[in-house]
């Protein structure tokens, strides 16, 4: 939930935004509890952990989400009424298929990165999940892949990051099985009450796949913006200016509810 404070700066520099703040730790992050063996997470396990984090949860809340947690956002305005939605580079890669299936363009693989993640987890081929991990997210150039990192800086990220991640990538791939459409759904109905937001600087892997996110975003009347600097972390690296982005959003949103 640290990555959001500068966001409850922002908010409180904008009086028509004046509320209550909620910055759940999702399953394995903070001090949340790590998921349980048994059976696969889903996004609907991670939604109804937000929903419980609410004082109220029959009043609609804004949300906002970054990377996983963009897809949680989304599922929860697919299984919950949402007043807003804005989401920076959401892994919502079952979106293209879904949109695919109602006849948009999408012709990319957005799955192919997930199943790499989830086959090298299983395989505890920890090396090959960081190298797929890495090199689509934050590689800018073949200079800054996988294989150029220094064994201290690989162990970093894989470490914190591979068991509740691999969870993380579960809950997807069963997304594109069980409910994508729902996914698809409601972020047609939201229209421009939801915003996109990308990085300058997004990862060599994921550019084609945050092309067609936007394009697709744009062509459901979405709003898509640009941070100002950073990448796939700018919410962490650069906080300050993509809490200000964030904020903005939210306030064009809550300006189009009170036009309706």
Do not use: M
């Not at 709003?223 to 306030?251: E, W």
């Amino acid at each position: 939930y640290k990555q959001w404070t500068a966001l409850g700066a922002a908010l409180a520099e904008v009086p028509e935004l004046a509320s209550r703040l909620v910055a759940p730790n999702l399953f394995g992050s903070g001090r949340t509890a790590t998921w349980p063996a048994g059976r696969p997470q889903t996004l609907d396990d991670q939604a109804r952990l937000v929903e419980a984090c609410l004082a109220d949860p029959e009043t609609p809340p804004f949300l906002v989400g970054h990377s996983h947690g963009g897809s949680v956002a989304l599922r929860y305005a697919a299984t919950h009424e949402a007043a807003g939605l804005v989401l920076f580079e959401p892994n919502a890669f079952f979106l293209l298929e879904a949109a695919a299936a109602s006849g948009e363009d999408t012709a990319l693989d957005a799955l192919a990165f997930v199943h790499g993640l989830r086959r090298a987890a299983e395989a505890d081929a920890r090396d090959e999940w960081g190298r797929t991990f890495w090199d689509f997210w934050f590689a800018q150039s073949p200079a800054d892949r996988w294989d150029a990192l220094p064994p201290d800086r690989r162990a970093k990220l894989v470490d914190p990051t591979l068991p509740h991640t691999y969870h993380e990538v579960t809950s997807l791939l069963l997304a594109r099985d069980t409910s994508t459409p729902r996914d698809f759904l409601a972020l047609q109905a939201l229209a421009s009450r939801a915003h996109l937001l990308l990085s300058p600087l997004p990862g060599l892997g994921a550019r084609p796949f945050l092309h067609q996110l936007a394009a697709l975003f744009r062509r459901l009347q979405c709003a898509v913006h640009t941070a100002p600097d950073g990448g796939h972390l700018a919410p962490i690296t650069h906080a300050a200016p993509v809490a200000s982005l964030i904020a903005g959003s939210l306030l064009a949103i809550s300006r189009q509810q009170e036009e309706r």
